[in-house]
Protein backbone atom coordinates (compact mmCIF):
# COMPACT_ATOMS: atom_id res chain seq x y z
CA UNK A 1 0.00 0.00 0.00
CA UNK A 2 0.88 3.93 -0.67
CA UNK A 3 2.38 5.60 2.22
CA UNK A 4 1.86 9.21 3.38
CA UNK A 5 3.70 11.22 5.66
CA UNK A 6 2.46 14.20 7.71
CA UNK A 7 3.89 16.13 10.49
CA UNK A 8 3.56 15.19 13.98
CA UNK A 9 2.09 18.07 14.95
CA UNK A 10 1.01 22.12 13.69
CA UNK A 11 -0.29 24.69 15.64
CA UNK A 12 -2.67 27.53 14.08
CA UNK A 13 -4.32 31.08 15.90
CA UNK A 14 -7.94 30.55 15.97
CA UNK A 15 -9.73 32.43 13.00
CA UNK A 16 -7.19 32.13 10.75
CA UNK A 17 -6.60 29.78 7.81
CA UNK A 18 -4.84 26.24 8.26
CA UNK A 19 -2.69 24.18 5.64
CA UNK A 20 -2.34 21.01 6.44
CA UNK A 21 0.42 19.07 4.19
CA UNK A 22 0.16 15.57 3.06
CA UNK A 23 3.13 13.55 1.03
CA UNK A 24 2.60 10.21 -0.82
CA UNK A 25 5.40 9.92 -3.00
CA UNK A 26 4.48 6.22 -4.13
CA UNK A 27 0.93 6.84 -4.91
CA UNK A 28 -0.38 5.10 -7.87
CA UNK A 29 -3.00 6.65 -10.28
CA UNK A 30 -5.89 5.25 -9.47
CA UNK A 31 -5.37 5.99 -5.44
CA UNK A 32 -8.20 8.68 -3.93
CA UNK A 33 -6.54 10.70 -1.25
CA UNK A 34 -9.00 10.92 1.44
CA UNK A 35 -8.63 13.36 4.90
CA UNK A 36 -10.10 12.20 8.03
CA UNK A 37 -10.07 13.72 11.49
CA UNK A 38 -10.67 12.83 15.05
CA UNK A 39 -11.73 14.75 17.90
CA UNK A 40 -10.55 13.94 21.29
CA UNK A 41 -12.46 11.02 22.86
CA UNK A 42 -14.27 10.46 19.75
CA UNK A 43 -14.20 8.46 16.75
CA UNK A 44 -12.81 9.40 13.11
CA UNK A 45 -15.35 11.55 11.22
CA UNK A 46 -14.72 12.00 6.68
CA UNK A 47 -13.65 15.50 6.07
CA UNK A 48 -13.11 15.25 2.46
CA UNK A 49 -11.33 13.11 -0.58
CA UNK A 50 -10.09 13.76 -4.16
CA UNK A 51 -8.21 12.56 -7.12
CA UNK A 52 -7.03 15.11 -9.16
CA UNK A 53 -8.39 18.13 -9.34
CA UNK A 54 -9.06 20.50 -6.14
CA UNK A 55 -12.02 19.81 -4.25
CA UNK A 56 -14.13 21.86 -1.41
CA UNK A 57 -17.02 21.04 0.85
CA UNK A 58 -17.97 22.84 3.69
CA UNK A 59 -15.53 22.04 6.28
CA UNK A 60 -12.46 22.46 4.29
CA UNK A 61 -10.43 22.22 0.89
CA UNK A 62 -8.13 19.85 -0.74
CA UNK A 63 -5.83 20.90 -3.19
CA UNK A 64 -3.63 18.48 -4.57
CA UNK A 65 -0.42 18.50 -6.46
CA UNK A 66 -0.19 18.17 -10.45
CA UNK A 67 1.98 15.17 -10.43
CA UNK A 68 -0.12 14.21 -7.27
CA UNK A 69 2.70 13.35 -4.62
CA UNK A 70 1.31 15.46 -2.22
CA UNK A 71 -1.74 17.13 -0.88
CA UNK A 72 -2.66 19.86 1.32
CA UNK A 73 -5.98 20.23 3.56
CA UNK A 74 -6.89 23.87 4.07
CA UNK A 75 -9.32 24.84 6.69
CA UNK A 76 -10.23 28.03 5.88
CA UNK A 77 -10.73 30.01 9.47
CA UNK A 78 -9.58 27.41 12.21
CA UNK A 79 -12.21 27.73 14.99
CA UNK A 80 -11.31 25.58 18.23
CA UNK A 81 -13.52 22.85 17.61
CA UNK A 82 -10.71 21.94 14.81
CA UNK A 83 -8.42 21.07 17.55
CA UNK A 84 -7.74 17.47 16.47
CA UNK A 85 -5.72 14.74 14.98
CA UNK A 86 -5.83 15.03 10.83
CA UNK A 87 -5.37 11.78 8.97
CA UNK A 88 -4.21 11.87 5.26
CA UNK A 89 -5.26 8.71 3.91
CA UNK A 90 -4.27 7.01 0.22
CA UNK A 91 -7.65 4.74 -0.41
CA UNK A 92 -6.68 1.07 -0.82
CA UNK A 93 -8.93 -0.69 -2.85
CA UNK A 94 -8.85 -4.25 -3.56
CA UNK A 95 -12.70 -5.37 -4.07
CA UNK A 96 -13.37 -3.00 -0.36
CA UNK A 97 -11.88 0.31 0.94
CA UNK A 98 -9.94 -0.37 3.76
CA UNK A 99 -8.40 2.77 5.24
CA UNK A 100 -4.52 2.58 6.47
CA UNK A 101 -4.52 5.35 9.27
CA UNK A 102 -0.85 6.28 10.01
CA UNK A 103 -0.37 8.57 12.94
CA UNK A 104 -1.48 11.99 12.02
CA UNK A 105 -1.37 15.36 12.29
CA UNK A 106 -2.46 16.61 15.76
CA UNK A 107 -3.62 20.39 14.82
CA UNK A 108 -3.83 22.58 18.21
CA UNK A 109 -5.61 25.82 18.03
CA UNK A 110 -4.63 28.73 19.46
CA UNK A 111 -7.19 31.21 20.94
CA UNK B 1 -30.78 8.16 12.42
CA UNK B 2 -28.53 7.42 15.36
CA UNK B 3 -26.05 6.29 13.03
CA UNK B 4 -23.21 4.07 14.43
CA UNK B 5 -23.66 2.54 18.22
CA UNK B 6 -21.39 1.03 20.19
CA UNK B 7 -21.41 -0.50 23.84
CA UNK B 8 -20.57 -0.68 26.30
CA UNK B 9 -18.25 2.77 26.22
CA UNK B 10 -16.03 1.10 28.67
CA UNK B 11 -15.19 -2.07 30.26
CA UNK B 12 -12.20 -4.07 32.21
CA UNK B 13 -11.49 -7.68 31.98
CA UNK B 14 -9.06 -9.56 33.86
CA UNK B 15 -6.57 -11.65 31.91
CA UNK B 16 -8.64 -14.98 30.15
CA UNK B 17 -12.02 -13.34 30.14
CA UNK B 18 -14.06 -13.33 27.20
CA UNK B 19 -16.44 -10.31 26.29
CA UNK B 20 -18.73 -9.41 22.86
CA UNK B 21 -18.25 -5.60 21.72
CA UNK B 22 -21.47 -4.47 20.16
CA UNK B 23 -21.77 -2.26 17.45
CA UNK B 24 -24.91 -1.18 15.40
CA UNK B 25 -26.09 0.83 12.75
CA UNK B 26 -29.28 2.13 11.26
CA UNK B 27 -27.83 3.19 8.07
CA UNK B 28 -28.77 0.57 5.84
CA UNK B 29 -25.18 0.32 5.31
CA UNK B 30 -23.31 -2.99 3.50
CA UNK B 31 -20.18 -2.98 4.88
CA UNK B 32 -19.06 -2.73 8.75
CA UNK B 33 -15.66 -3.05 9.86
CA UNK B 34 -13.60 -2.97 13.43
CA UNK B 35 -10.59 -1.13 13.95
CA UNK B 36 -8.84 -0.75 17.45
CA UNK B 37 -6.27 2.40 18.23
CA UNK B 38 -3.54 2.03 20.62
CA UNK B 39 -2.61 4.94 22.51
CA UNK B 40 -0.49 7.34 20.48
CA UNK B 41 -1.28 5.70 17.31
CA UNK B 42 -3.59 5.27 14.33
CA UNK B 43 -6.39 3.07 13.79
CA UNK B 44 -5.62 -0.69 12.48
CA UNK B 45 -8.15 -2.33 11.54
CA UNK B 46 -9.05 -5.92 12.43
CA UNK B 47 -12.40 -7.37 10.94
CA UNK B 48 -14.78 -6.23 7.97
CA UNK B 49 -17.68 -7.61 6.32
CA UNK B 50 -19.00 -7.00 3.14
CA UNK B 51 -22.55 -7.91 3.77
CA UNK B 52 -25.01 -10.55 6.08
CA UNK B 53 -23.10 -13.52 6.63
CA UNK B 54 -19.74 -12.61 5.12
CA UNK B 55 -16.79 -11.60 7.11
CA UNK B 56 -12.96 -11.06 6.33
CA UNK B 57 -9.75 -10.46 8.26
CA UNK B 58 -8.19 -7.41 8.42
CA UNK B 59 -4.38 -6.47 9.77
CA UNK B 60 -4.94 -7.80 13.56
CA UNK B 61 -7.27 -9.94 13.66
CA UNK B 62 -5.29 -12.62 16.19
CA UNK B 63 -7.28 -13.04 19.56
CA UNK B 64 -10.75 -11.94 17.96
CA UNK B 65 -13.85 -12.87 16.57
CA UNK B 66 -16.78 -11.54 14.50
CA UNK B 67 -20.29 -12.27 12.52
CA UNK B 68 -22.44 -10.60 10.60
CA UNK B 69 -25.83 -12.07 10.61
CA UNK B 70 -27.70 -8.92 10.17
CA UNK B 71 -27.19 -5.57 8.03
CA UNK B 72 -27.37 -4.00 11.29
CA UNK B 73 -24.93 -5.65 13.72
CA UNK B 74 -21.46 -6.37 13.83
CA UNK B 75 -20.50 -7.90 16.92
CA UNK B 76 -16.53 -8.49 18.14
CA UNK B 77 -15.93 -10.92 20.31
CA UNK B 78 -13.06 -11.34 22.35
CA UNK B 79 -11.74 -14.77 23.36
CA UNK B 80 -8.94 -15.17 26.54
CA UNK B 81 -8.60 -11.34 26.67
CA UNK B 82 -4.97 -10.14 26.86
CA UNK B 83 -3.31 -7.28 28.33
CA UNK B 84 -2.01 -6.28 24.53
CA UNK B 85 -5.79 -5.93 23.59
CA UNK B 86 -6.12 -3.24 26.09
CA UNK B 87 -7.14 -0.47 23.25
CA UNK B 88 -9.89 1.74 22.45
CA UNK B 89 -12.05 -0.23 19.98
CA UNK B 90 -14.17 1.64 16.83
CA UNK B 91 -16.37 0.52 14.46
CA UNK B 92 -17.54 2.14 11.66
CA UNK B 93 -20.02 1.53 8.34
CA UNK B 94 -20.00 2.59 4.71
CA UNK B 95 -22.34 2.47 2.27
CA UNK B 96 -20.38 0.57 -0.43
CA UNK B 97 -17.13 0.29 -2.16
CA UNK B 98 -14.80 1.33 -5.17
CA UNK B 99 -12.03 2.80 -6.31
CA UNK B 100 -13.06 6.21 -4.94
CA UNK B 101 -13.87 4.75 -1.63
CA UNK B 102 -16.89 5.71 0.27
CA UNK B 103 -16.95 7.67 3.23
CA UNK B 104 -17.05 5.54 6.67
CA UNK B 105 -18.91 6.86 9.71
CA UNK B 106 -17.55 5.86 13.11
CA UNK B 107 -19.06 4.61 15.97
CA UNK B 108 -17.78 6.63 19.57
CA UNK B 109 -15.86 3.84 20.24
CA UNK B 110 -15.54 1.32 23.63
CA UNK B 111 -12.19 1.55 25.80
CA UNK B 112 -10.98 -1.57 27.00
CA UNK B 113 -8.38 -2.45 29.51
CA UNK B 114 -7.34 -5.90 30.31
CA UNK B 115 -5.58 -6.08 33.57
Known amino acids: DAKTTQPNSMESNEEEPVHLPCNHS???????IHWYRQLPSQGPEYVIH???SNVNNRMASLAIAEDRKSSTLILHRATLRDAAVYYC????????????FGKGNQVVVIP | NAGVTQTPKFRILKIGQSMTLQCTQD?????MYWYRQDPGMGLKLIYY???????DKGEVPNGYNVSRSTTEDFPLRLELAAPSQTSVYFC??????????????FGPGTRLTVT
Open chain 2, 92 to 105: ASSLGTGIAGYEQY
Open chain 1, 26 to 32: TISGTDY
Open chain 1, 50 to 52: GLT
Open chain 1, 89 to 100: ILNFYHGNNRLA
Open chain 2, 27 to 31: MNHNY
Open chain 2, 49 to 55: SVGAGIT
